[in-house]
Antibody
Framework: QVQLVESGGGLVKPGGSLRLSCAASGFTFSDYYMNWVRQAPGKGLEWISFISTTKSTTYYADSVKGRFTISRDNAKNSLYLQMDSLRAEDTAVYYC????????WGQGTLVSVSS | EIVMTQSPATLSVSPGERAALSCRASQSVGSDLAWFQQKPGQAPRLLMYDASTRATGIPVRFGGSGSGKEFTLTISSLQSEDFAVYYCQQYNDWPRTFGQGTKLEIK
């Protein structure tokens, strides 16, 4: 069955960096577009980034553009999100999700940005 | 950016009754519209995609309709496990955008 498992979250100071990972299994990872979506505590869902199957196309929400970088390693069945210049407002649970329709989600990893 | 607006913010319905949740886009998204259900402490779950296609394993009491700018998620005969927060999301244009959610609560 499809499984997505995020990791790498934690507590980081404002201005710091963190790299999230999403390990995929149960499907041919290289055949699927992938996304990152986040949810601040008590708030709604916010799409933040997309990457195509061949890594040739990426998109970002304005809120993270220039600070976050999405990447993937199809040989390792893994998706990544490099987060730099973190701000308090980046505090959220970060989910990886498959396809444009977001048909499968991981359980999320919590990122807390605080001094 | 396409703004997605959901209404109402909270909907109180009795078990066994029907619920209709609305989602409106600021510009046409065709049929590139998905609905998600989220329960406390859980990841969202895809219910509907392409506006009216049920995702794998979703019960037939869930139905989606609409195209262009106006969409509806209908849940017939509400079960206890259906009380949750529901989000719509468009995937017609970048950035992808979600509605703010409708909380479906027990009346």
């Amino acid at each position: 069955q499809v499984q997505l498992v995020e990791s790498g979250g934690g507590l980081v100071k404002p201005g710091g960096s963190l790299r999230l990972s999403c390990a995929a299994s149960g499907f041919t990872f290289s055949d699927y577009y992938m996304n990152w979506v986040r949810q601040a505590p008590g708030k709604g869902l916010e799409w933040i980034s997309f990457i195509s199957t061949t890594k040739s196309t990426t998109y970002y929400a304005d809120s993270v553009k220039g600070r976050f970088t999405i990447s993937r390693d199809n040989a390792k069945n893994s998706l990544y999100l490099q987060m730099d210049s973190l701000r308090a407002e980046d505090t959220a649970v970060y989910y990886c999700a498959r396809r444009s329709s977001l048909d499968s989600w991981g359980q999320g990893t919590l990122v807390s940005v605080s001094s | 950016e396409i703004v997605m607006t959901q209404s109402p913010a909270t909907l109180s319905v009795s078990p066994g009754e029907r619920a209709a949740l609305s989602c409106r886009a600021s510009q046409s998204v065709g049929s590139d519209l998905a609905w998600f259900q989220q329960k406390p402490g859980q990841a969202p779950r895809l219910l509907m995609y392409d506006a009216s296609t049920r995702a794998t394993g979703i019960p037939v009491r869930f139905g989606g309709s609409g195209s262009g700018k106006e969409f509806t998620l209908t849940i017939s005969s509400l079960q206890s496990e259906d009380f949750a927060v529901y989000y719509c999301q468009q995937y017609n244009d970048w950035p992808r955008t979600f509605g703010q959610g409708t909380k479906l609560e027990i009346k």
